[in-house]
């Protein structure tokens, strides 16, 4: 594209082909009338504009009329076009005529803003549409329909104009075409809402985009339409917009100063130029769109704004309005030592703080900059603790930990209470920020401070504790510093703390694999949190998230999905955006178990947007581990690798162990995915050893699974059977299936090629434990490994159906790089040869090496583990290995199921 050639419209292009087609037939035809018509900002000059430069390469001549901003002579485009001509000055005869004469070979006439025309200019052009020129001319006519002449407007759309007449109405923007109009990433969370806040209206975007620097497009053809206005209308248009919307005629006039027929005339005046618009319910008035009362505020003087505020916190007050209404208006406009108006602060602040808006912050830091100097403590400590909480809540760690850092020398020398919020929410900011020795030495520091303290004051240190106790892997801690949090709850009547010291309690029996404490406590905290209404949850997001973790781990996939939409959409209303890159990481998760791997792209990104944002490492590496994730999922290998070693890559500042091992799991599967033939090593040294130290008691079978895989992918068999042993050997009866599944999962692919038919029986029962959990996708690999096990056994016609399966549940999903396996499986038997004489294969005690069918024969008899070790002189632990081969190779799940195969002859052709 040349430097001078214009950025091609977006969304217009079915109104650029109809122009185009016109423009094409223009030398052919007789004249035609194409009218664009829409609301303000949505683009009609700028298609008049497109219009003009295609007209120029078909190669037609342009004649173009318009009403200027700030224009005080005569408005008629008509005569602004056909100036050249004479035309308005001596008409020696009628624009039909004119354009008649000098049409040919063809001529395009372009006239804009038909509504700010005078009504004889307007007749004129009714007449000409009437009675077009029997001459190859194109008309194009922009106008906005709420002020242009409503005749004019019926003729256009009535239907009763001639066939020549085009009616192109422009619409907003959807959201794909507005996040090109800003050059957005479509997967940003902010598009959305700057799509829902513009309306889809072009210039509106541009305005609330920025564009980055300087005054954005758009501004200026709003201060046009303000310069057009009476002095009278321009001061009530500031005033409104010093008040914001909606406005009432009489506040409005206490603000302006206007009063009677004079504030009558100025709103009259805005309205007819569809600056503001009437509320039909009840009286008062709106501007056009927000960023016309933005454009309106910036135009009016410094000084005369501030004055404007003070008079219009006098009118709000005199009317009784509340204090988080006057607030914007005090702020502005109060002095320091203004103690009545740090008092409206404190409680708009407090008011606000019920949602978490983020207005509160705002509040509260005007409330401490009118703090007299010689203010005395605690009030400034205890302003300076809402403020930082609130800082945070809105993501705004760094400055939320500044504010502590300030608070806390008055907080020591005043108030043990304040003291300990001040050390509790900071150990909290400091753990987000990776930063948990610092936060651990604050609680230390506050415990040595308020030992003589009750329990009344000390629950929001303790359960700083157990979050802290969470992320350094103590699970024995977690626990007791949540209980002690708990009976400070309960002391208090605090809902919102009792929330996550329940939920933290969870999560470690979850991550401690003590599914037996943790299901009833998962069963409580999900009735407790759907018994709230939505801003009771507001304060209750930590516990909602701790929630959806926990119905994650348990196989609850759609009701952890219920969860974790419902505290985002609270979270966005009520401005806690704290909460959201851990809720969207989680949500990522969840949908990519549940096979919605585009939703989960959408959410793992905005987790990633959100995290960095906010500056907290901690939410940053989760985030990046579920964009690895599902990145790896959707076959973006080079997307998947880049966030896994940015996931992995921290050295100053390490997040908490579980979050940890979790992004070195979804790299290693990232790496794996993208052809890594590395074997274990490199993931069992991130986690510790073999023995996975580093990683939580629950995620070991899917770790262990994930090992097999890359043991077989390496060729090493034997290597990944041990890892497989290992994964069976992780879960219990009692646990939840998704973790026996994928133990069984782990147990088919590693016997897959050399015990196929053993391979197929765990692979069934894989499938069946992880699509009961709702893991749609995991279950798939099941299929897929109990297809590739029945094709080594021999049998094309189960494989090929499994394989199918596994891959109709891959193409939905649109799991790429799972799928692509699945079609190679499938190529690779169809081209196999049909077999014809081979041996049955083995199953039953045939699968049995000589030393794992004594080991079975003994057990089978009764002896202990101890007493076979002695009998064969090997170790306990040899035996227990034995064990495991044998009970993956017979498909059986304990020492009686295994002595009745043993004793049965007919099991060794079974």
Same mark, same amino acid.
């Given at each position: ?23 094409? !037939? ?26 003009? $430069? ?30 050249? =001509?004479?035309?308005?000055? +001596? ?14 070979? &063809? ?26 020129? !029997? ?7 922009? =106008? ?73 497009? /758009? ?8 310069? +057009? ?67 309106? =505020? ?85 302003l300076m603790v809402a403020l930082a909480a609130a800082l945070a809540a809105e993501g705004r760690l760094a400055e939320s930990r500044v504010t502590l850092h300030r608070a806390w020398p008055a907080a020591v020398a005043h108030h043990s209470r304040t003291y300990d919020l001040v050390a509790g929410l900071g150990a909290i900011v400091e753990w987000l920020l990776c930063r948990g020795a610092e936060g651990r030495a604050l609680l230390d520091r506050a415990a040595g401070a308020t030992s003589g303290a009750s329990t009344a004051v000390r629950p929001t240190r303790s359960l700083a504790l157990a979050v802290i106790d969470l992320a350094d892997g103590s699970l024995d801690g977690c626990r007791r510093w949540s209980a002690d949090a708990l009976t400070g709850a309960e002391h208090s009547g605090d809902r919102a703390l009792a929330g996550v010291g329940h939920g933290l309690m969870l999560v470690a029996d979850c991550l401690d694999a003590r599914a037996d404490d943790a299901a009833p406590r998962l069963d409580a905290l999900a009735a407790m949190v759907d018994g709230l209404v939505d801003s009771e949850l507001a304060g209750n997001l930590g516990a909602t998230g701790l929630l959806g973790l926990g119905e994650m781990m348990f196989g609850r996939p759609v009701d952890a999905l219920r969860h974790l939409d419902r505290a985002l959409t609270v979270a966005h209303a009520s401005g806690t955006l704290l909460a959201v890159p851990h809720l969207q990481a989680g949500r990522a998760f969840v949908l990519r178990a549940l096979g919605r791997l585009t939703e989960a792209t959408v959410a793992a990104a905005e987790a990633v947007e959100l995290a960095t944002t906010s500056g907290s490492d901690e939410q940053l590496v989760l985030a990046l581990a579920a964009r690895c994730c599902v990145a790896t999922w959707t076959g973006d290998r080079d997307g998947a690798l ?24 979804? =790299?290693?599967?990232? $790496?794996?995915? /993208? ?106 690999? @099941? ?10 056994? &021999? ?18 999903? &649109? ?23 081979? @041996?049955?294969? $083995? ?68």
């Amino acid at each position: 594209m040349s430097a001078a050639e214009p950025a091609p419209m977006i969304g217009r292009e079915r109104e650029i082909a109809v122009i185009s087609t016109a423009l094409s !037939q223009l030398t052919v035809g007789s004249a035609r009338v194409i009218t664009v018509t829409g609301d303000p900002g949505l683009g009609k000059t700028r298609l008049l504009e497109e219009a003009t $430069r295609l007209a120029g390469v078909h190669g037609h001549p342009v004649l173009a009329g318009r009403v200027p901003y700030g224009s005080r002579g005569p408005a008629d485009p008509l005569s602004d076009a056909l100036h050249d =001509y004479r035309y308005g000055i +001596d008409r020696a005869e009628s624009p039909r005529d004119l354009l008649a004469r000098i049409a040919a070979p &063809g001529l395009v006439l372009i006239l804009d803003d038909i509504d700010r025309a005078d009504p004889a200019a307007v007749v004129e052009l009714l007449r000409l549409l009437r009675r077009p020129p !029997q001459a190859p001319v194109l008309m194009l006519m922009a =106008y906005r329909p709420r002020q242009v002449a409503a005749w004019l407007h019926q003729y256009v759309t009535g239907g009763s104009h001639p066939r020549a007449v085009d009616w192109l109405p422009l619409a907003p923007l959807d959201g794909d075409e507005a996040a090109r109009l800003v050059a957005a990433d479509p997967l940003l969370s902010w598009r959305p809402a700057l799509h829902s806040d513009s309306g889809g209206n072009p210039r509106y975007l541009q305005v609330l985009a920025g564009q980055g620097t300087g005054i954005a497009p /758009g501004t200026w053809a709003l201060s046009g339409e303000l310069a +057009d206005l009476s002095p009278a209308a321009q001061l009530a248009a500031s005033a409104a917009a010093v008040l914001g919307d909606p406005f009432a005629l009489a506040v409005v006039g206490a603000v302006a100063e206007l009063t009677g027929p004079e504030l009558h005339a100025a709103i009259d005046e805005l309205a007819r130029q569809d600056l503001v618009r009437p509320v039909e319910a009840d009286g008062r008035f709106v501007f056009r769109h927000p960023v016309v009362g933005t454009v309106a =505020y910036a135009a009016a003087a410094p000084a005369w704004r501030l004055a404007a505020h003070a008079r219009a916190a006098l009118a709000l007050r005199a009317i009784g309005t509340s204090p988080d209404a006057m607030a914007h208006h005090v702020e502005r406009s109060a002095a320091v030592g203004d103690r009545e108006a740090i008092a409206l602060l404190v409680a708009a602040a407090r008011a606000d703080g019920e949602t978490m808006t983020p207005t509160r912050s705002r509040w509260l830091r005007a409330a401490l900059r009118l703090l007299p100097a010689d203010s005395q403590a605690p009030r400034p400590a205890t302003l300076m603790v809402a403020l930082a909480a609130a800082l945070a809540a809105e993501g705004r760690l760094a400055e939320s930990r500044v504010t502590l850092h300030r608070a806390w020398p008055a907080a020591v020398a005043h108030h043990s209470r304040t003291y300990d919020l001040v050390a509790g929410l900071g150990a909290i900011v400091e753990w987000l920020l990776c930063r948990g020795a610092e936060g651990r030495a604050l609680l230390d520091r506050a415990a040595g401070a308020t030992s003589g303290a009750s329990t009344a004051v000390r629950p929001t240190r303790s359960l700083a504790l157990a979050v802290i106790d969470l992320a350094d892997g103590s699970l024995d801690g977690c626990r007791r510093w949540s209980a002690d949090a708990l009976t400070g709850a309960e002391h208090s009547g605090d809902r919102a703390l009792a929330g996550v010291g329940h939920g933290l309690m969870l999560v470690a029996d979850c991550l401690d694999a003590r599914a037996d404490d943790a299901a009833p406590r998962l069963d409580a905290l999900a009735a407790m949190v759907d018994g709230l209404v939505d801003s009771e949850l507001a304060g209750n997001l930590g516990a909602t998230g701790l929630l959806g973790l926990g119905e994650m781990m348990f196989g609850r996939p759609v009701d952890a999905l219920r969860h974790l939409d419902r505290a985002l959409t609270v979270a966005h209303a009520s401005g806690t955006l704290l909460a959201v890159p851990h809720l969207q990481a989680g949500r990522a998760f969840v949908l990519r178990a549940l096979g919605r791997l585009t939703e989960a792209t959408v959410a793992a990104a905005e987790a990633v947007e959100l995290a960095t944002t906010s500056g907290s490492d901690e939410q940053l590496v989760l985030a990046l581990a579920a964009r690895c994730c599902v990145a790896t999922w959707t076959g973006d290998r080079d997307g998947a690798l880049r966030a896994g070693a940015a996931a992995t890559g921290w050295r100053a500042r390490r997040p908490s162990r579980w979050v940890t091992a979790l992004a070195h799991r979804m =790299y290693a599967e990232a $790496r794996l995915a /993208g052809g890594g033939r590395e074997g274990s090593r490199t993931l069992t040294d991130a986690l510790g050893g073999a023995d996975l130290p580093e990683l939580d008691r629950w995620s070991r079978p899917y770790t262990y699974e994930l090992l097999t895989r890359m043991e077989l992918a390496d060729d090493s068999r034997a290597d990944a059977m041990e890892w497989a042993i290992r994964a069976g050997g992780t879960v219990t009866a009692s646990g939840p299936p998704q973790r026996a599944g994928m133990a069984e999962l782990a147990i088919a692919e590693a016997l897959a090629a050399e015990e196929p038919v053993t391979a197929q029986c765990h692979a069934a029962t894989a499938a069946r434990l992880l699509d009961a959990s709702g893991l749609r996708l995991d279950a798939a690999r @099941a299929w897929l490994a109990g297809g590739v096990a029945a094709a080594s056994g &021999g049998d094309p016609q189960q494989a090929a159906a499994q394989l199918r399966r596994a891959q109709a549940v891959f193409d939905a999903a &649109g799991a790429h790089g799972w799928s692509r396996y699945a079609v190679a499986e499938r190529r690779r038997l169809a081209g196999r040869a049909p077999r014809t004489g081979t @041996a049955a294969p $083995r199953s039953g005690l045939d699968t049995l090496t000589s030393r794992e069918r004594q080991v079975a024969m003994l057990v089978s008899e009764g002896l202990t583990n101890r007493r076979v070790a002695q009998r064969l002189h090997v170790t306990e632990k040899t035996v227990e290995t034995h064990l495991s081969r044998i009970f993956a190779k017979l498909c059986v799940g304990s020492r009686v199921e295994m002595a009745r195969v043993c004793l049965d002859p007919t099991s060794r052709t079974s």
